[in-house]
């Protein structure tokens, strides 16, 4: 079985401040882990994910993560915070099926 | 253009009716989905398709009822609708592959409003 957790359902930083969102799973076998983005009144989109190989995974809209396995975390970050960056982040673990497993999600908000 | 559309958007109705979602993908994907969003933003799979096949059933009230009548299309029928059930509805495909770990896309989703 997986499960995800992040914490902090709502996150603040300031334009142009660095955006670190956390993510830790639980899997009893290898995982695959995504963040999606929900904009207000949207769908999700997928931002990145990690399957195998290269542990740090580059995104769209400059988000990127690092997969640590003795951490079991992924955590999301962006070097610079943008307004439009504000939306609702979830994280999302799989363990080789297709059964996608949500967090609870973070909002973040940008601040001028 | 669209790659995952819903219809409705949004559904406003009374409870005891009967309801239906409808989702289309034009990806060409394999496999279909239906998430339930609630008010506190979890979401959490309901049913899953393959080849109109179902694979994924969590235990939802079989008040929920999903029809997939191909590969493009997973429809979701609810009957007598409660308070509860109100949430967002999201629809998403995937094209399944061996070891997993693709990309699900998703629909914009349908609002539905039980009073």
């Known amino acids: ?112 | 253009d669209t790659a995952v559309s819903q219809t409705p958007k949004y559904l406003v109705t009374q409870m005891g009716n009967d309801k239906s979602i409808k989702c289309e993908q034009n990806l060409g994907h394999d496999t279909m989905y239906w998430y339930k969003q609630d008010s506190k933003k979890f979401l959490k799979i309901m049913f899953s398709y393959n080849n109109k096949e179902l694979i994924i059933n969590e235990t939802v009230p079989n008040r929920f009822s999903p029809k997939s009548p191909d590969k493009a299309h997973l429809n979701l029928h609810i009957n007598s609708l409660e308070l509860g059930d109100s949430a967002v509805y999201f629809c998403a495909s995937s094209q399944v592959r061996a070891g997993g770990g693709e990309t699900q896309y998703f629909g914009p989703g349908t609002r539905l409003l039980v009073l």
């Open chain 1, 1 to 112: 079985a997986q499960s995800v957790t992040q914490l902090g359902s709502h996150v603040s930083v300031s334009e142009g401040a660095l955006v670190l969102l956390r993510c830790n799973y639980s899997s009893s076998v290898p995982p695959y882990l995504f963040w999606y983005v929900q904009y207000p009144n949207q769908g999700l989109q997928l931002l990145l994910k990690y399957t195998t190989g290269a542990t740090l995974v580059k995104g769209i809209n400059g988000f990127e993560a690092e997969f640590k396995k003795s951490e079991t975390s992924f955590h999301l970050t962006k070097p610079s915070a943008h307004m439009s960056d504000a939306a609702e982040y979830f994280c999302a673990v799989t363990g080789g099926g297709n059964k996608l497993t949500f967090g609870t999600g973070t909002q973040l908000k940008v601040e001028l």
